[in-house]
C-alpha cells in the first residue's frame, strides 16, 4: 500500500488483512486533519470492520486505524490516548516524519494501491 501527497509516494507496510478490506475503496483521497499535536487522519469513505492489536499508547511513525470514526490515522508524535483504543496497523517511512511535523491543519493524502 502506499500514500501520495503532491506527487510524492510513500511505500506503507500495513496490517495485510487490513490492506485487504481496504483495497476495493483505493485510490482513494482523503483530507487528513491535524489532531492532538500528534497525528493526522482522515474518514475512510466506508465503514472496516477490524479491531486488532488495540493499543492506546500510539508512536511516530505508526499507522493506526480507529473504528468508531472510520479513522485512519498516521502519527508524527508519540502519545497515550486512553481512554481511546485504535488498532495499530503498521508504520510509514522515516521521510515522512518530517512532512507531518510542519505543523498544518490539513493535508490531502492518497492512499493507492
Do not use: C
Amino acid at each position: 500500500m502506499k500514500i501520495s501527497y503532491e506527487g510524492q509516494r510513500f511505500d506503507l507496510t500495513v496490517n495485510e488483512d487490513f490492506e485487504k478490506m481496504l483495497a476495493p475503496s483505493l485510490p482513494v483521497t482523503l483530507t487528513f486533519k491535524q489532531n492532538g499535536g500528534h497525528e493526522y487522519f482522515g474518514q475512510l469513505p466506508t465503514a472496516i470492520d477490524f479491531s486488532q492489536e488495540l493499543t492506546s499508547q500510539v508512536v511516530a511513525g505508526g499507522i493506526y486505524y480507529f473504528q468508531d470514526w472510520q479513522a485512519f490515522s498516521i502519527n508524527f508524535g508519540d502519545q497515550d490516548i486512553a481512554p481511546y483504543q485504535v488498532s495499530y496497523l503498521g508504520k510509514f517511512p522515516e521521510e515522512l516524519l518530517s512532512l507531518l511535523r510542519e505543523n498544518k491543519q490539513t493535508l490531502e493524502f492518497a492512499l493507492l494501491k
